[in-house]
């Protein structure tokens, strides 16, 4: 199974090629370009943004 998030690396030729040599397999989900509430992981990486930019000061870190 994959969730297909629309991703840019997902997009590409290599990546459209394999999922249709992989149909008899691979079940495809595909879901919107930002689908917070399809993709819990949206969320998470919006919290780890956040923390990761309030460290640190100016540097980044």
Known sequence: ???WDNL???LTPPMQEF???SKDWLTVFQ???YAP???P???IW???KRTIGTRGG???R
Do not use: Y
Request: proline share 4%.
């Open 1 to 3: 199974m994959l969730v």
């Open 8 to 10: 840019r690396a997902h």
């Open 19 to 21: 999922i249709k040599a």
């Open 31 to 33: 879901l919107p370009s």
């Open 37 to 39: 509430d399809l993709n």
């Open 41 to 43: 992981q949206e969320g």
């Open 46 to 48: 919006s919290l780890v």
């Open 58 to 60: 100016s540097s980044g």
